[in-house]
């Protein structure tokens, strides 16, 4: 079966969707688009380009799109402080949404959504990218093989040197007032929380913006979590250093087991196994045994569209629908409520408080 989609969003990390992320589905015959709105009508030309639209399938106004355009789902690719707009328009008509992260711009804006989904009974999911990229999953895949014993605790580091204006891409990176955490660590302390296998109970974060950095808000971040099954994490963030050690794609992530340490390290994966006879001899990253990344056709945001799609025909809801990914963008405000306050947060009350503010705005309380 092949599904009408609306492209909502055909500028930046539009293209992106026009380009690559929704032609192998339209190759599969999954999806058609039937129409792309984008307020500048320039980045239109990418829907016409890549996906082939005629111009007048093509919108500025999103509301005569979606009521000349009937479609099964639609996707939300704008930045995340007009996300909550898209969806109240795609639940007036009845259409199922994905979104690219975070949920909104806000804790409260975020559950909001999640609210107004559950009770239009449609179908939303989010695209965490990175946690569905090949390397993360190979070394989500070893440690759910059990074959490494107990795991005790988690190491991230992402780190760059996009300092100057514009260099993170979209002008308004460098203007939110949390940049790194809406924009980067959502995918991040996501990838953590994933890797661990359980909520985060409890989480501390400072965050800050050195004076080289240009940015409107928080460019760095160090984060520790604790999550309800007993691991622990840590997490570096930096998009205003002198170098990028571990940027885009390139994370390091160390995880360390009962009986092995493994190290992801700019797309490679390396195993130490506990040797108690060598255990006065010490070793090197890049000296482990190398293990083989995952094979399959499709992967990050490609894969997660499937994933949508199988979701629409019935099948098991995708890993980040709307509701669970309440969890991932728990962890973004948490974070940045507890560097503004300096106290640990307990993650999961903070989150339900937010719920029910958010249904109590909803019920006209």
């Given at each position: 079966m092949s599904y009408k989609v609306i492209q909502v969003g055909t500028g930046g990390r539009g293209k992106t969707w026009c380009s690559e992320i929704l032609p192998p589905h339209i190759e599969d015959g999954l999806v058609e688009v039937v129409a792309a709105v984008d307020l500048d009508a320039g980045a239109l030309t990418n829907a016409q380009e890549y996906l082939g639209l005629a111009p007048e399938r093509c919108y500025t106004d999103i509301h005569r799109a979606f009521a000349e355009n009937p479609a099964d789902f639609c996707t939300v690719v704008v930045p995340p402080t007009f996300h909550e707009d898209?969806?109240?328009?795609?639940?007036?008509?009845?259409?199922?949404?994905?979104?690219?992260?975070?949920?909104?711009?806000?804790?409260?804006?975020?559950?909001?959504?999640?609210?107004?989904?559950?009770?239009a009974e449609v179908k939303m999911g989010v695209t965490m990218s990175h946690r569905f990229d090949r390397d993360k999953t190979t070394l989500r895949s070893e440690l759910r093989s059990g074959a490494y014993g107990e795991l005790d605790y988690l190491v991230c580091r992402f780190t760059n040197d996009m300092r100057e204006f514009n260099d993170w891409g979209a002008v308004f990176r460098h203007q939110i007032i949390d940049p790194l955490m809406v924009e980067g660590s959502v995918h991040h302390l996501d990838i953590l929380a994933d890797l661990a296998g359980a909520r985060c109970d409890t989480?501390?974060?400072?965050?800050?913006?050195?004076?080289?950095?240009?940015?409107?808000?928080?460019?760095?971040?160090?984060?520790?979590m604790l999550f309800e099954n007993g691991v622990k994490a840590s997490y570096e963030g930096a998009k205003t250093n002198a170098v990028g050690l571990n940027g885009w794609i390139n994370e390091y992530i160390r995880a360390e087991c009962e009986l092995a340490t493994l190290i992801m390290d700019r797309r490679q994966i390396e195993r130490f196994p506990h040797r108690p006879e060598e255990r006065s001899v010490y070793v090197r990253e890049g000296e482990g045994e190398v293990v083989p990344l995952l094979e399959q056709r499709k992967w990050t945001d490609v894969w997660l569209v499937e994933k949508f799609i199988r979701w629409l025909g019935g099948g098991e809801p995708m890993e980040t629908n709307v509701a669970d990914n309440l969890q991932s963008v728990a962890l973004i405000f948490s974070a940045i409520e507890s560097s503004r306050t300096g106290k640990p947060v307990a993650v999961q009350a903070f989150l339900e408080k937010a719920r029910e503010e958010a249904r109590r705005s909803l019920d006209g309380a």
């Open positions: 898209v969806v109240d328009v795609a639940l007036a008509h009845g259409t199922h949404i994905l979104s690219e992260k975070p949920i909104a711009d806000t804790m409260l804006g975020s559950c909001r959504i999640a609210e107004k989904v559950a009770r989480l501390f974060a400072t965050t800050w913006n050195p004076r080289w950095g240009k940015y409107g808000g928080d460019s760095q971040g160090l984060v520790t």
